[in-house]
Structures are given as C-alpha cells and as structure tokens.
C-alpha cells in the first residue's frame, strides 16, 4: 500500500469522498460548469451521505473527525468538480465565526443545522470599495433596543441566494477604523436584507457570487457574536483557518489536472510514439507531480497543526503558505496541463481547460497571493533569528 498520512479510519472516509466524487459529482461536473447553476444535487449527495459533518464536532451533530480530513475532503471533491468543493469549503468558512465567537446558545441554536447539512452558510466581509483593505468597509450596524439596524452592502459574496445564514461583517463604530467593527450572524430572511445580484465570471461557476445589500436590516442582538469591536479579529480568525479550504480546492484542481494529463500522454501519439515517451512532456509531468506533492506537504502540515490545537502566529504563517504554494500551484500546473493536451487542451469537450478557468480564483478570493506574502513576511519579521548575525 502506498504510504499515507491519514490513519485507516481517516482512509476510510477519505475513499467515500473519493468515490463520491469520482462516481457522483464528477460525472456532472461540465454540466454545472456549462449550466451556471448552484448543484443543489451535490448538496444532497452531500447532506445523504453525513459530508458536511467532516467539518464539525460530534457535540455540534458532526464527525469530530478533524481539520486534516475536512481538507482532504475538499481536494477530493476539487480533482473533478471546483465548484462542488467550494461548497464544502464555504460551509466551514461561514462557520467559523459561531465555532471561534459564538456562545454555547448560538452554536447550538445554528452549528447543527449548518453540520446535517439543512441549512447553508456564507462570509460576508468584502464590499465594492473593501476587498483586501477590509477594515476600510462602510457598512454600519446601529444598536436599537434588543436589535441592530444593518445599512450597507456586501459584494462578491459566495453562496449570495442559497445560504440560509451569514456571517456578517460591520461597523458599530464607523470612526474607530477595525477595532469598531462587529460581527453578526444574519439570516436570509431578516428584515431589509436582499441578494441584489449575482456575477457571471470567469470559473468556479457553479456557485453563486453576489452582493447582498442591508437597508435597514434588523438583526436581534443576540445575533451579535463576541462584543462590539471584536469583529475583525473574528474575521482574521476565521480566515486563518479557512484559507487552507480554498488551498485544498486549489491542490485538487492542480492534481485532477495532472491526472488527467498524465492519462492523456499516454494515448496521444505524435512522431510514432505517445507524447509521454518525449522528453520535454516527462519534464513537464515530473514537475507538475513534485508541485502538488510540494503544495500538499504544506496543507497537510496546517491540517495537522491545528488538529494538534496550534494557535496563533505560528498558525497564521502556516496557513497563508499553504494558500500561497496551492493557488500558485494551480494556475501554474493547470496551464501546463493545457499545454500537454494541445489544441484540445483549449477547447471546452476536454475539462483542464475549466480547470485552468477554476484555478485562477483561488489565487484571488481570501486573501490575494499578494495579500498572503504581507501576511508570511510580517509574521517572519517578528521571529527573531538573530544567532545567523551574532556568528557572522
Ligand atoms: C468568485 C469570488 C468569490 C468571493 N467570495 C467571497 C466571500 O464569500 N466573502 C467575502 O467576503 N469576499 C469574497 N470575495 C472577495 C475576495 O476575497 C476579494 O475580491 C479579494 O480579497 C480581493 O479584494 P478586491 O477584489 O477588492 O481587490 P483589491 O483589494 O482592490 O486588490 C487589487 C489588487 O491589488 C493588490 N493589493 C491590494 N492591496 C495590496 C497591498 N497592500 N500590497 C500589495 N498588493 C496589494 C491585490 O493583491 C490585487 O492584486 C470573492 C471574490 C470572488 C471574485
């Protein structure tokens, strides 16, 4: 048996997730991409087979199975359908907030129904005129006896129209710049709150992305999680433990890729003899296969961090690398995957053409690549390894 990091009850799940995907979410894969519609059918392959409890704990109605299997999970997912593995992806991130902020009342009131599958959840941070500078957002939240009056707008939201809970983001404190925002947990059918529209883009697109506009929301204070103030380091919490989310899709994306160019080679022949047997294919594959295998090091490495309960800047730096080595990853690896097929690479009948379309997202959303190095270089600028100077 090939070597494996995952023990054998983790195998185990891990190869229902794959057979699910290869079986179940693969074969629909260019139809969602073609159709643009959110795949409610994954969603309840999904929901009937307990996928969405990889993400939670047995108190909260989930597996307690842990942070590096929920990751596998998602690559699984990725190899043959991006957008079916950012719906697992985007369950977790629309979570977190309730598992690192919310009291035991707000979790119980909500975290089984996200963990079953019953119900959908969403982040909302980025606005039109905040994506990566986010405390610069204008939403507000006013308080008003037991409620908050939320006036504003959300864009590019993922899950915008089929979440039935959201995780949002404003200001109860407009000049307090980050420390005067706060988070709130906003169903989809408060008062004043609308999905105003959705985005046609470039891949991934199965899933919705849209802007959700507050016009007077009211949201009962209870809603509120953590205090008043505390919402950005809520969400730079959260978005320390799922940014590895989007770099499993990313790994997934690239190693569907590879696979796929891998078969290929080996039946496409060009001057008597299969593409796989020239060289500058073999180069081309052997540096694909080290890329993801480099990239998985480093995701797998966070999920077994934070499975060992690591907190802090030790986490933060972790977890950016993994999203900066998966995304580049993808795009680079998916590119050549292209490259190998050819002509056919291009054209939409053959899928690592949508693989490089998915690819690309993932260097974008939750924190860009440029995002992730300031974020690598400040943690680095705190460590100290002075000792290499005092030798010098
Ligand atoms: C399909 C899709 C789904 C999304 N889903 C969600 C979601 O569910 N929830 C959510 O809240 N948001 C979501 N987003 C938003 C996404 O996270 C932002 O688009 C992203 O963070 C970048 O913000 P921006 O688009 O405003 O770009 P900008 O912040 O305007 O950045 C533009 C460019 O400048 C660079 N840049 C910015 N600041 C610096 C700096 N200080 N140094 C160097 N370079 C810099 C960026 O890296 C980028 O290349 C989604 C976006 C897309 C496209």
């Given at each position: 048996m090939a070597w494996d990091v995952l023990d054998p009850e983790q195998r185990e799940l891990r190869?229902?997730?794959?057979?699910?995907?290869?079986?179940?979410?693969?074969?629909?894969?260019?139809?969602?991409?073609?159709?643009?519609?959110?795949?409610w059918d994954v969603v309840e392959v999904y929901r009937e087979n307990d996928i969405f409890g990889l993400f939670y704990t047995e108190e909260l109605g989930g597996l307690?199975?842990?942070?590096?299997?929920?990751?596998?999970?998602?690559?699984?997912?990725?190899?043959?359908?991006?957008?079916?593995a950012l719906i697992l992806a985007v369950q977790e991130l629309g979570s977190l907030g309730l598992k690192l902020a919310g009291s035991e009342e707000q979790q119980q009131r909500w975290l089984p129904r996200l963990a079953s599958g019953e119900w959908l959840a969403a982040y909302a941070l980025t606005e039109s005129g905040?994506?990566?500078?986010?405390?610069?957002?204008?939403?507000?939240?006013?308080?008003?006896?037991?409620?908050?009056?939320?006036?504003?707008?959300?864009?590019f939201i993922t899950n915008a129209g089929v979440a039935n809970l959201y995780t949002v983001f404003a200001k109860t404190e407009p000049d307090a710049g980050h420390a005067g925002i706060s988070a709130f947990v906003v169903e989809a059918d408060a008062p004043g709150f609308a999905v105003a529209r959705l985005e046609p883009k470039m891949g991934i697109s199965g899933s919705t992305t849209g802007e959700l506009t507050f016009d007077g929301c009211r949201v009962p204070a209870a809603n509120r999680l953590g205090d008043e103030g505390e919402g950005f380091r809520i969400a730079m919490r959260i978005l320390d433990r799922s940014r590895p989310g989007?770099?499993?899709q990313a790994l997934g994306i690239a190693q569907g890729a590879t696979d796929y160019a891998l078969e290929y080679a080996k039946t496409r022949e060009t001057m008597g003899r299969p593409i796989v047997q020239h060289?500058?294919?073999?180069?081309?594959?052997?540096?694909?296969?080290?890329e993801c295998e480099a990239a998985r090091g480093l995701l797998y490495r966070f999920g077994q961090m934070l499975d060992a309960g690591v907190d802090g800047p030790e986490l933060t730096k972790a977890s950016a690398m993994a999203k900066l080595k998966c995304g580049d990853v993808a795009m680079a690896?998916?590119?050549?995957?292209?490259?190998?097929?050819?002509?056919?690479?291009?054209?939409?009948?053959?899928?690592?053409?949508?693989?490089m379309r998915d690819a690309k997202i993932t260097q974008i959303y939750e924190g860009t690549q440029e995002v992730q190095r300031l974020v690598i270089a400040r943690e680095m600028a705190r460590e100290s390894r002075a000792f290499l100077l005092a030798g010098a």
């Open positions: 190869d229902l997730v794959r057979t699910l995907a290869r079986e179940r979410i693969g074969p629909r894969a260019a139809e969602i991409d073609e159709s643009h519609e959110f795949p307690g199975t842990g942070a590096l299997l929920s990751l596998v999970a998602i690559e699984e997912v990725a190899k043959v359908c991006a957008t079916s905040s994506g990566s500078d986010s405390a610069a957002m204008r939403t507000t939240a006013r308080r008003e006896g037991d409620e908050y009056v939320l006036d504003g707008s959300k864009r989007v770099a499993a060289q500058l294919i073999q180069a081309k594959l052997a540096d694909m296969e080290t690896v998916t590119t050549e995957a292209v490259q190998i097929l050819g002509g056919y690479g291009y054209i939409r009948e053959y899928p690592v053409e949508r693989f």
